[in-house]
């Protein structure tokens, strides 16, 4: 990867100075070229206006929904006459250069009514577009899909879901997750049997950039990872990246996932709920001033400890309690408000926390002991952003973001024993906790200087607080002398920053191309980063309508998440890049073809990528060995190695999106490994998340206008795993002496075992009534159809002949659930 480490603050540094200066030099000839190329294209765009053709003005404004307000991400501007069109920004926002005189304009949006509309451009016009929810028959529908189909998007390996098609899949216990359903695309897998985790073309969960509303999430899980963190309700748009990046994003090596909150009607007060078996949510939105400003709230709640703790409570014997809790409840709000004709502004906020732990209590005789255990974790974040347009071709967005992820665990016990009219108190407790926080900013212009160049620009600068870890211990016999100290590591502050510039062109001839490059550093304990990362897409449209596609793409991270790739446990620890950790680092090429046929789009996609830095534990290190170092002699940094990995492999998707039958078939075929000195004696091994195949078909079918039917089915190839392979028996000197009989366990190669295949089936029935007052609905919902236990673990065992064998276990069987929702 192109990238040089520099160290600041030490005298050795003068020693090297002439082979720094070069390799900098060098490096800053190769930038330089780069960006002479990018700024020879972008001046090709601007001298494009006013030469050589017909004079031209600028259409711009905001595409919303008629009904709510809402901007319509991604919709549709389409010109015609001239076969030239684009598509409105992230807050709705488009701009499009047209003739002058009458010009036939096509709006349109993904289950919207298109709108046409003769405009006759004398100058600059500012034109806003409401465009009404619900597909009309008719020509202006066809001629919709000419701007938007997927063989004319430059951009590859990206894949878009109506929220509301999710919202009408089968989800275990009737609780909605949009991760989940991320897992059933190709490209994207699941962890262990039930996690929200996702893993994208052999990457880990951290190499995952996840933002909601611009702004990165650390921890995306509830429950010990079997729910994610995402409440569909407050959702307005979900998209991921698998490869070929844009220059605007960067940070992670394997997606990018944008997560957009929804706005809040701006018209009318509405709300919608539901209540499953697992939680209940609420959402409300509304106008503040109507047509100008508005809000989102909206809240979920579990309430598995309201149920369970009677149940667990009536099982205490006499003289004793047993207090359990677990629960999670998170809260989206959001408020936006159109200050004027050019100027938006949108706070929103996300506050999420998991609470688990049990407490218990025996009183004998004259002596009460109490056990205080638990565990929580929370996410918050906060967002502030200003939308202002500079003139008709200029846009920008200035965003102010705080983030903050907590993890807590520990335990208290304490004796206290009463004798006549005097008590003795004896108490042990221990806390753990860890996290990381961000405050930055970022500012991203949008410039469209004509119809042949959409121009993207912009930086960011975030301030990272890293807390490795730190336990207080309290040891308290009732004596004179107690004890109260924190051990751990330091908390590590750094700060990161990127700058880019990227160019979507159109040459002409069918050819589109995306170029671009994103510039990053990090300074962390003296030591100083650089990495410049080019990015490229093409789009070669042939005559039969097929698009031919191919990217490439670099990319560099500089946090870490330290896991023993297990459950998504919130023990897992996120880390930086130190002077003694490198960053991580990618290359990842593809290619492939893509066509609509009809309302189905169709797309092939072969890719290869690798990765460098990656950060794992050595061999007979853990969570454990890193964050409670109580000698103060070791860090974590001494307990972790870094290596390589790879992956490859083709990916098929056919996904069709409206209509009265919608869904996807998807399917990968795919190998990914590993490779560290430190661990498998160095030798190359399957990476855990290792599947040969997987396939995953996703249909849902208007059956009536009150009946919805929906059904899912998934197949993977096992898991690989490591278990110990042979066993030899020996002995030790033993504590009074003499010998005695002990048993080795022999690990086998790192994840030469495999888990039987994972394949299930989920079915779903909706039925919806409709009245005055808004919508009703009751869900009933079948997870693991035909009751295929699926393997959570596995260990090594022996038959009753003294074969050896490895024994299973699995964890969800057959689960019917019901949920009510509804709206008004």
């Not at 999430?217 to 409440?231: A, D, E, K, P, R």
């Not at 997606?255 to 701006?266: A, Q, W």
């Not at 989102?296 to 579990?302: D, E, F, K, N, Y």
């Not at 991270?557 to 930086?576: A, H, K, R």
Request: glycine share 10%.
């Amino acid at each position: 990867m192109r990238r040089y480490q520099t160290r600041m603050g030490h005298s050795q540094t003068g020693r090297f100075r002439p082979i720094l200066e070069v390799i900098v030099l060098h490096r800053i000839h190769t930038m330089m070229n780069y960006r002479f190329l990018l700024l020879g294209l972008l001046s090709i765009g601007l001298s494009d206006r006013g030469q050589g053709q017909e004079a031209q003005v600028v259409l711009s404004g905001f595409i919303e929904d008629a009904s709510s307000g809402e901007q319509l991400l991604g919709a549709t501007v389409w010109h015609a006459q001239s076969a030239s069109g684009t598509t409105a920004n992230l807050y709705g926002h488009y701009s499009i250069s047209l003739p002058l005189g009458p010009q036939e304009v096509l709006f349109s949006y993904l289950g919207y009514t298109p709108q046409k509309l003769e405009i006759n451009l004398s100058e600059d016009l500012k034109l806003d577009i409401a465009l009404v929810a619900g597909m009309q028959l008719g020509e202006a529908v066809v001629e919709s899909g000419a701007s938007d189909r997927i063989e004319e998007r430059v951009q590859m390996s990206r894949i878009d879901i109506p929220v509301e098609q999710i919202k009408r899949l089968p989800a275990i216990a009737g609780e909605v997750d949009l991760l989940k359903t991320l897992q059933l695309l190709p490209g994207v897998q699941s962890g262990s049997e039930g996690s929200s985790g996702i893993y994208v073309r052999g990457g880990s969960p951290d190499q995952n950039l996840i933002m909601l509303d611009g702004v990165p999430l650390y921890s995306v899980s509830h429950l010990f990872g079997f729910f994610s963190v995402f409440n569909a309700d407050a959702v307005r748009n979900i998209s991921i990246m698998k490869g070929g990046y844009p220059a605007r994003f960067g940070g992670r090596l394997s997606s990018i996932l944008e997560v957009t909150m929804k706005e809040g009607h701006k018209k009318e007060f509405h709300g919608a709920g539901s209540i499953s078996m697992l939680a209940s949510k609420l959402t409300l939105e509304g106008p503040i001033v109507e047509d100008k400003a508005s809000f989102m709230i909206s809240g979920r709640r579990t309430y598995l400890d309201l149920l369970l703790n009677p149940i667990i409570r009536s099982t205490a014997t006499e003289g004793s309690e047993v207090d359990p809790a677990y629960f999670f409840h998170d809260l989206n709000a959001k408020v936006n408000w159109r200050l004027g004709a050019k100027d938006r502004v949108y706070l929103s906020t996300f506050q999420g926390l998991d609470d688990f732990g049990i407490r218990t209590k025996e009183t004998y005789d004259n002596e009460t002991e109490e056990i205080d255990l638990g565990l929580d974790w929370r996410n918050s974040v906060l967002a502030l952003r200003w939308n202002h347009e500079w003139r008709a071709n200029l846009f920008s967005n200035v965003t102010l973001m705080k983030s903050r992820y907590d993890f807590n665990t520990g335990f208290d016990v304490s004796s206290t024993s009463q004798e006549g009219d005097s008590s003795l108190t004896e108490r042990f407790a221990s806390l753990y906790n860890s996290g990381i926080r961000d405050v930055g900013g970022r500012i991203d212009f949008d410039y469209t200087p004509n119809n042949r160049h959409f121009v993207r620009f912009g930086g960011n600068v975030t301030r990272h607080r890293f807390q490795p870890g730190a336990t207080q211990a309290i040891l308290d016999f009732g004596q004179d002398f107690s004890l109260d100290t924190t051990i751990g590591s330091p908390n590590l502050f750094s700060t990161e920053s990127f700058l880019y510039v990227e160019d979507e062109i159109d040459l002409g001839g069918n050819l589109k191309v995306n170029v671009g490059a994103h510039t990053s550093a990090l300074f962390v304990e003296g030591v100083s980063y650089l990495s410049f990362q080019p990015r490229l897409a093409l789009n070669r449209r042939l005559s039969n309508g097929l698009a031919l596609k191919a990217s490439y793409a670099e990319m560099t991270q500089f946090v870490n998440l330290l896991t023993n790739e297990g459950l998504t446990l919130p023990t897992d620890l996120w880390l930086p890049s130190t002077a003694r950790i490198r960053p991580q680092e990618s290359w990842q090429a593809a290619v492939g073809a893509a066509k609509s046929m009809g309302e189905i789009e169709v797309s092939i996609e072969g890719y290869y990528k690798e990765m460098d830095g990656l950060l794992g534990y050595k061999e007979g290190a853990s969570f454990g060995s890193a964050a409670f170092n109580f000698d103060g002699t070791t860090t974590w940094e001494d307990e972790v190695t870094q290596g390589e990995g790879r992956s490859y492999g083709t990916e098929l998707l056919l996904q069709k999106k409206q209509g009265r039958t919608s869904g996807w078939l998807g399917y990968t075929l795919s190998w990914t490994d590993r490779q560290f000195d430190d661990v498998n004696n160095g030798n190359r091994f399957p990476f855990t998340y290792d599947r040969r195949h997987d396939i995953s078909f996703v249909l849902v079918h208007e059956l009536t206008e009150k009946w919805t039917l929906s059904g899912t089915w998934v197949y993977g190839t096992g898991r690989a795993l490591t278990l110990d392979e042979v066993t030899y028996s020996s002995v030790v000197p033993g504590y009074q002496g003499g010998l005695n009989p002990v048993d080795f366990d022999i690990p086998s190669n790192r994840n030469a075992f495999r888990m039987s295949p994972y394949h299930r089936m989920d079915l779903s029935a909706t039925r919806t009534k409709f009245d005055e007052q808004g919508e009703r609905s009751l869900v009933l919902s079948v997870y693991n159809v035909y009751n295929n236990l699926n393997p959570f673990l596995a260990l090594p065992g022996t038959s009753d002949d003294g074969t050896p064998i490895i024994r299973e276990f699995g964890l969800f069987p057959f689960i019917p659930s019901i949920a009510w929702q509804f709206s008004f």
